[in-house]
Nanobody, 126 residues
Framework: VQLQAYGGGLVQPGGSLRLSCAVSGVSGFTFSSYAIGWFRQAPGKEREGVSCISSGRTYYGDSVKDRFTISRDNAKNTVYLQMNSLKPEDTAVYYC???????????????????WGQGTQVTVSS
């Protein structure tokens, strides 16, 4: 399973970005059974779960609730993270990950998460 994250960039506070995570190496049927999520790591901080999605379940970290929305297109094997009302504290490298369990994997330690993609930098600054 390979994950490709893209869509990061520089945005002003209050702005929006949409991240995409394209998953390959699985059939459409298999993709739909995976939980996919976004994690982020800011300089000097531990990686944290931002938002994850599985069949019938979504998870959002407290700091992004009501601002970020996760969605998936099983026909395209892609998961999206729409980020609105961005704040400077959202600045981080964002990673997508996949796991055969459910969206609660957002809260699991990094070491038990099965598949990781490379990161994409999000910088929120004026």
């Amino acid at each position: 399973v390979q994950l490709q994250a893209y869509g990061g960039g520089l945005v002003q506070p209050g702005g929006s970005l949409r991240l995409s995570c394209a998953v390959s190496g699985v059939s459409g049927f298999t993709f739909s059974s995976y939980a996919i999520g976004w994690f982020r790591q800011a300089p000097g901080k531990e990686r944290e779960g931002v938002s994850c999605i599985s069949s019938g379940r979504t998870y959002y970290g407290d700091s992004v609730k009501d601002r970020f929305t996760i969605s998936r297109d099983n026909a395209k094997n892609t998961v999206y993270l729409q980020m609105n009302s961005l704040k400077p504290e959202d600045t981080a490298v964002y990673y997508c990950a996949a796991d055969p369990r459910d969206a609660r994997f957002c809260t699991y330690p990094d070491t038990v998460i099965v598949y990781w993609g490379q990161g994409t930098q999000v910088t929120v600054s004026s």
